[in-house]
């Protein structure tokens, strides 16, 4: 049947034990007056048969078949490739279910261009077909031995149809890049005219190597007792190949020795043994194994070898690990029945077996995987392989959910959605993948990712994140409005004003154009990394995108739900920076809350979510004076020590000022130390988590010894305030000072981290390289607040007592008697003893108590701020400069020593003689 635009094939089957000629039929179909056509949309249409003519003719008894061609038609390409009919001559198989059967064959010539000769491996060979008529549709495939794949646009395969020339109006070529051993087979162009196919086969071949070389070692480690050497056994694994390759391999890159091949299933075995020194190198010892194609191409695997040389630390053997040197990571090839890949383990510096890394994939979700990568490729990058590759990711995503491996088959199902994330920017997918999508996605989320360190995690998420936002921005909505999941919540809007709500997260946006897609995720925040000021995450993350849309400025607004006993935290509306990976407030605004919704604004979309902080303790402002004044500090304890050596012998004269010294000269030391280590972790993204426990425990321990010493001070000066004639013996008060300023502060220490550790709970926040604080009497943080509340209290009572014992000396001497010397008296012992005593850190304990939106929350947090941070200073003004012994003393030295001479010897001669 022929109109002015289009050409149809019709097949007739006609079943009666008569044999009918085919002839007699179409004289039949010509005398009807019009047939009813069923169109693509569901039209109907009716079409008159303008000409017929037979072009193939079928005879089918029983098994038995044969099918001609009429004169001026030849088989088509489909029965040539598919059934070895390929001239005028009768054709034996069954092709009547063919269409077409056969096609006219002097106008329609498929020409083809290929490589004459095999490719080399990672080459970019071009393929082309020629056809001299205009055509409908072109279009790709690769067969192999009981595969075949459509082709498409991906990150290997690259389809031009702008090739034609004058001699051929229609050309499609194919270029492959980086070609692997995937690409070998044979590839099938087809011009598509109406139901008409032309199509032409060329046969690709490739010098292959390996794209995967698997290495064993037994054993897995070499311990040296002694011996000169130790032997091991080295077996590389390949998948079979048609290739023959030359094989050898080297140890160290030294020798050369060649190797045969055995098969092993479906894989070439390579197996040698390896003689390892153990006399120390300062390079790991290692094993290469080499594969030489055809084409002189190269591959090479290697293999390190953990050697124990003798007398250095090991861990020792432990289930399947076997004794393993200190700073070397040991392979496990080995999994589960069901699952590939490796296991991994790390024994540390300190001779320590760190946790077991798994990296053993259930096997149906490694076929998955395989299949995302090659539909990233363009390899068999169809709707109808979209379709299975998210099934089988759902379906995986249920399985063993308790299993010790569950965080290697959620890092291979977040790399499958990432994958396929990508393909979707050159391969749009239909809505019909979003439901499997959906599930799998959240099922992942029901776990806590707890196998895996911070790092690890805080990489799943970000990525897990970006794919599905990039995937749901990419597929093609047409009729669904929602997609809706136990930790996700997905919907769509296409009119102008959107209002919805996802787990009761209300959006609002006003646009002219576009497809608003909104994805609300639990389970998610916890898993992402945050540094954002000192805030605490929601549970709710929610994710817009905008597609086809042209407007400029932009503005949504959300409505974050939160719990009423929360209602006094102040609160941050932030979005995911991809770029820091990590949360950012730049153009989204906190605008209001009425107690039961946080309403966020921003002029931009992406990833939103609320965090919420007791305070925003940290802002540039502070940090600035935080850095500065511990900066200052430390310099003048620096300078204050120094005097205190060069003073020492002058003033320590009696046993009080002995005590005296003693005391602030610890206080100094253990001030310093902090003040260095609090430096030291004033960038705790950029610190590891050792260095910044490590950094936890000194500031712990050295401001806790610093506020023990103060007590210490506080206790001696009460003591010779009220016990006049019975003062400390010189013996005693050391003894008791010691114990009190290092071995308490020790204990606490000790104890808390003790007990974090047994009850599970964190000691130490990697956010801020400090203490935790959960909530009343609960986290780390108590450890450092109740004892240095209680030395607080203590200080202060004994500055009371200095006081009123001042004021009753006044009272009672008649010289002293009037009421502005002793409020001098007063003033000048506060502020000698304020900083000597740490009476400043009180004010720390208020701003605990102080909610941020408090007018005096920040007068508190710079008072403490700027008071604490120049206690260094202050240290050094009072406990130096402001006690005249030691100011004169000091003065006497800078003055002998700019002199010189007599000044400096009678110095000399005076300390000698107390000395002795």
């Not at 009343?776 to 209680?790: D, K, N, Q, R």
């Not at 200073?873 to 007599?902: M, N, P, Y």
């Amino acid at each position: 049947m022929v109109t002015t635009t289009d050409v149809y094939m019709a097949e007739l089957v006609v079943e009666s034990n008569i044999t009918l000629e085919a002839q007699t039929v179409l004289s039949i179909l010509s005398s009807t007056v019009a047939i009813q056509v069923n169109g693509s949309k569901g039209d109907v249409y009716s079409v008159n048969l303008a000409s017929s003519e037979l072009m193939a003719e079928c005879l089918l008894i029983g098994d038995e078949s044969s099918c001609n061609c009429s004169t001026g038609y030849v088989w088509s390409n489909t029965v040539c490739y598919n059934y070895n009919c390929c001239r005028e001559t009768e054709c034996t198989a069954n092709v009547s279910h063919i269409v077409p059967l056969c096609i006219a064959k002097v106008t329609r010539l498929v020409r083809v261009e290929k490589p004459s000769s095999a490719v080399c491996y990672q080459s970019e060979p071009e393929l082309k077909c020629f056809l001299n008529e205009t055509v409908d549709d072109t279009s790709w495939s690769l067969s192999r031995p009981n595969e075949y794949f459509k082709l498409n646009d991906g990150s290997v395969v690259q389809q031009n149809l702008n090739c034609a020339t004058p001699d051929y109006q229609s050309c499609i070529s194919l270029k492959l890049k980086k070609l692997t051993g995937i690409w070998e087979g044979t590839y099938q162009c087809e011009f598509l005219t109406g139901s008409i196919a032309h199509t032409a086969r060329i046969s690709l071949k490739v010098a292959l190597l390996p794209d995967v070389i698997t290495l064993k070692i037994d054993p897995l480690t070499v311990q040296c007792d002694g011996n000169p050497s130790s032997q091991i056994k080295v077996t590389a694994f390949i998948p079979k190949s048609s290739e023959s390759y030359k094989v050898w391999w080297s140890l160290n890159g030294d020798q050369k020795s060649e190797l045969q091949n055995k098969t092993n299933g479906e894989q070439l075995e390579y197996t040698f043994n390896a003689d390892i020194s153990c006399q120390e190198t300062s390079e790991p010892q290692y094993v290469n194994i080499t594969f030489e194609n055809r084409k002189g191409q190269t591959k090479t695997a290697r293999v390190d070898i953990p050697v124990i040389y003798a007398g250095k630390g090991f861990c020792e053997e432990e289930d399947l690990w076997p004794v393993t040197p200190a700073g070397d990571t040991v392979l496990n090839q080995t999994c589960p029945e069901g699952r590939t890949g490796y296991r991994s383990r790390t024994c540390s510096e300190g001779r320590v077996w760190m946790d077991v890394f798994s990296n053993c994939v259930n096997a149906q979700l490694m076929k998955v995987v395989n299949a995302a990568d090659n539909f990233l490729k363009g390899l068999g990058a169809t709707q109808e392989v979209a379709l299975n590759i998210f099934e089988g990711l759902k379906n995986s995503s249920t399985v063993d959910p308790d299993s010790s491996n569950k965080e290697a088959d959620i890092s291979a199902s977040i790399g499958i959605l990432d994958t396929m994330s990508m393909a979707s920017k050159q391969i749009r997918l239909g809505e019909e993948v979003l439901p499997d999508l959906v599930d799998a996605a959240s099922n992942m989320l029901n776990n806590t990712w707890s196998g895996v360190n911070n790092s690890v995690r805080h990489s799943m998420s970000s990525n897990y994140l970006m794919a599905m936002e990039g995937l749901v921005k990419n597929i093609n909505v047409n009729k669904s409005n929602s997609f809706i999941s136990e930790n996700l919540n997905i919907k769509f809007c296409t009119i102008k004003d959107c209002n919805m709500s996802l787990f009761d997260i209300g959006v609002i946006l006003n646009k002219t154009t576009g497809i608003l897609k909104i994805m609300a995720m639990k389970n998610l925040m916890g898993k992402l990394k945050n540094t954002f000021h000192e805030t605490e995450h929601t549970d709710l993350l929610l994710s817009a995108t905008l597609n086809n849309n042209n407007d400029s400025d932009l503005e949504i607004q959300l409505d974050f739900p939160f719990k009423k006993e929360k209602s006094n935290r102040k609160f941050h509306c932030v979005f995911w920076d991809v770029k820091k990976s990590d949360w950012s407030d730049e153009g989204c605004f906190f605008r209001s809350s009425d107690g039961e919704n946080i309403r966020c604004e921003c002029h931009h979309l992406t990833a939103f979510s609320v965090l919420m902080a007791k305070g925003d303790i940290s802002t540039e402002t502070l940090d600035t004076i935080t850095t500065v004044g511990l900066s200052v500090s430390v310099f003048s304890l620096l300078l204050f020590l120094a005097i205190e050596f060069l003073v020492w012998s002058a003033v320590v004269k009696s046993n009080l000022s002995h005590f005296r010294h003693t005391a602030i000269v610890n206080i100094a030391v253990f001030l310093l130390l902090a003040d260095c280590s609090f430096l030291a972790s004033t960038s705790p993204e950029s610190l590891s988590d050792t260095t910044c426990f490590v950094l936890t425990v000194c500031k712990h321990l050295f401001y806790l010894a610093m506020f023990t010493w103060m007590l210490c001070m506080s206790v001696m000066l009460v003591h010779q305030l009220i016990f006049v004639f019975n003062p400390l013996r010189k013996r005693v008060f050391m003894f008791l000072s010691s114990i009190l300023g290092y071995v308490v502060p020790i204990l606490i220490v000790g104890s808390s981290y003790i007990y974090c550790k047994y009850t599970y709970r964190a000691y130490y926040d990697k956010k801020t390289c400090w203490l935790v604080f959960e909530r009343l009497l609960e986290g780390s943080m108590h450890a450092f607040l109740i004892p240095v509340g209680t030395i607080m209290m203590t200080n202060l009572f004994s500055m009371v007592v200095v006081i009123v014992t001042l004021v009753k000396s006044s009272v009672q001497d008649s010289s002293k008697t009037e009421d502005k010397d002793t409020a001098k008296g007063i003033l000048k012992v506060v502020l000698i003893l304020t900083p000597i005593f740490g009476v400043t850190w009180i004010i720390g304990f208020f701003l605990l108590m102080l909610e941020p939106d408090n007018p005096m929350f920040e007068v508190a947090n710079y008072s403490f701020t700027i008071l604490n941070s120049f206690q260094g200073l202050f240290l050094l003004i009072t406990g130096c400069f402001a006690e005249q012994k030691v100011r004169e003393e000091f003065i006497k030295i800078l003055t002998g020593k700019s002199r010189g001479g007599d000044t400096s010897k009678n110095f000399t001669s005076t300390t000698n003689t107390k000395d002795k």
